[in-house]
């Protein structure tokens, strides 16, 4: 799925996003990093037509992302949330979202088990997500995403409730299912060394009101080091600009 | 799981409470002996009349009489809250109008049904019928609509997202998270039922715990009322038991 980000911007009381384009390759894995406050998850949103823009479009394999969700292509996303349904087990709330693909009960819940051991919950399908730990229901939430077979996945800092090793084990888990699947992922973190070990293309935004600051491909060219601490000394330019460009304290 | 089952039957009889209880026996049995039979009917005249009518089987006909206008009137009223609920979820100006309509029912006096359903409906079973269904409408109505509105708008993204229709997404994931709140609005509904359904019963029908009670009082059989209300509780107790609580575990299996 070849992804294509038109100058998009976006509004809401002051300009959050002012203008964002980048083009994806069918199977890249994007990082969009970027300060905290630049709009990353609402370009994200953008993205995956849960928001409209205020500017500009978003084309998935030529056809335009509308936020009415009407656009043709199946897209899975991944929220900060797990938002699994608690009543249901791991089982049916992945299988749950099959229903509007037409599939029938059984292949519904042969799917289901398919991606629930695809990320490492063979024997927990019939647990409540109030009975897993934190990691097992973000690790369910990525398998409810990928059921659907999606043409892209958006996944939205999905590891930032957990904890140093399970996020470890996590990131390998979905680096390991991209390889796997093919998918196009966009993944939005604010951890430099996440997106740089996980990341094909990583898109670093400015200072709000944000544009694209720069667009790197990490082929294993560079040394992961060194490109973790120019992120880092681009990040920091930016956060200390959008402090320069805050207002000041009221006189 | 829980507690072994010897705690448990200490939790529940609670000595404490067991002590006041049987002060509060021995108090009212001195107070009978004060005061006399038909002013104030002592515990063991009390019991016996309730061994009276379980024998007689009047227990049965009365108290079957007034469920079964509170299975009616109460019934009624769940399924039109169910219906207010909907409306609410699918139009915000339904949920203004509901929020509204709401309000003015509660704020109306259980008499004000009494008086009105007696001009309406006559001296008849509808009389009290009408007056429960009137009065727990808007109980189980503000609950279904509090419901409504706390439904988890990330759930529905969610339900967007995987492109779930309008059904899919009731089934799924309003009603689950509504039903709580239901059973809430029921239980406390019930209850208000129960008591409601009674007084309204004092006037116009030949059957049930409040028409019994009064007639009763009439022929100076004060023991009587004492056995009658004392069944009322028992029916409240069990209900709140054998059916609201089974199906509050039966809800929260997932917790």
Redesign the interface.
């Known amino acids: 799925m070849k992804l294509v980000v038109e100058g998009v911007g976006k509004d809401y009381l002051i300009p959050v996003i002012d203008s964002v384009s980048f083009g994806v390759a069918a199977g890249e894995f994007v990082c969009l990093l970027g300060p905290n406050g630049c709009g990353k998850t609402t370009l994200l949103r953008i993205v995956g037509g849960l928001e409209p823009a205020t500017r500009g479009r978003v084309l998935l394999d030529g056809e335009p992302v509308t936020a009415d969700g009407r656009h043709r292509d199946r897209v899975g996303v991944v929220f900060q949330e797990d938002r699994l349904l608690p009543w249901m087990t791991l089982r049916d709330n992945v299988a749950l979202v099959l229903k509007p693909l037409g599939v029938a009960a059984a292949g519904r819940r042969a799917t289901a088990e398919r991606y629930l051991q695809l990320v490492g919950l063979g024997g927990f399908e019939g647990y409540y997500p109030g009975r897993v730990s934190g990691g097992m229901r973000q690790r369910a939430a990525i398998a409810r995403a990928l059921a659907i077979e999606p043409d892209l996945l958006l996944m939205d800092e999905p590891f930032g409730a957990l904890d140093a090793q399970n996020r470890r084990i996590m990131q390998n888990e979905v680096r390991r299912i991209w390889r796997e699947t093919g998918r196009t992922i966009v993944f939005v973190t604010h951890s430099i060394e996440e997106a740089v070990a996980i990341g094909t293309t990583l898109v670093m935004l400015s200072a709000r009101p944000s544009r694209v600051r720069e667009l790197i491909g990490n082929d294993g060219r560079v040394e992961r080091a060194k490109l973790v601490d120019d992120l880092n000394t681009m990040i920091m330019e930016e956060v200390e600009r959008q402090q320069g460009a805050a207002p000041g304290p009221v006189p | 799981m829980g507690p072994p089952v010897s705690h448990r039957w200490a939790a529940r009889l609670h000595l404490p409470t067991l002590a006041v209880a049987v002060a509060l026996l021995a108090v009212w049995t001195l107070l009978s002996w004060r005061y006399g039979a038909y002013v104030l009917p002592s515990p063991l005249e009390v019991v016996r009349g309730l061994g009276e009518v379980v024998r007689t089987g009047e227990v049965w006909r009365h108290t079957g009489a007034s469920l079964a206008r509170i299975l009616v009137g109460f019934g009624g009223a769940v399924v039109v809250a169910v219906l207010l609920g909907l409306a609410a979820f699918v139009s915000p100006v339904g949920r203004g109008i509901v929020h509204d309509l709401v309000a003015v029912l509660n704020a109306t006096s259980v008499f004000v049904w009494i008086v009105i359903s007696i001009i309406w409906f006559g001296l008849s079973n509808w009389a009290p019928i009408f007056t429960t269904f009137m009065i727990t409408l808007p109980v189980v109505g503000a609950n279904i609509v509090e419901g409504v509105e706390n439904v988890d708008r ?2 529905l ?2 339900g ?6 309008g059904r ?1 997404k009731f089934a ?2 309003v009603v ?2 509504t039903l709580p709140y239901l059973l809430a609005g029921m239980k406390v509904g019930f209850g208000l039922a129960l008591k409601v359904s009674v007084v309204a019963e004092i006037f116009g029908v030949t059957s049930g715990i409040g028409y019994i009670m009064n007639y009763s009082r009439e022929i100076l059989a004060t023991q009587m009322v004492f056995v009658w209300a004392l069944v009322m509780i028992l029916v409240m107790t069990l209900a709140d038991r054998l059916v609201f609580e089974v199906i509050a575990r039966r809800l929260a299996r ?2």
């Open positions: 990330r759930l993204e969610m967007d997202v995987y492109r779930l229709d899919q799924a994931i689950p998270s997932w917790r």
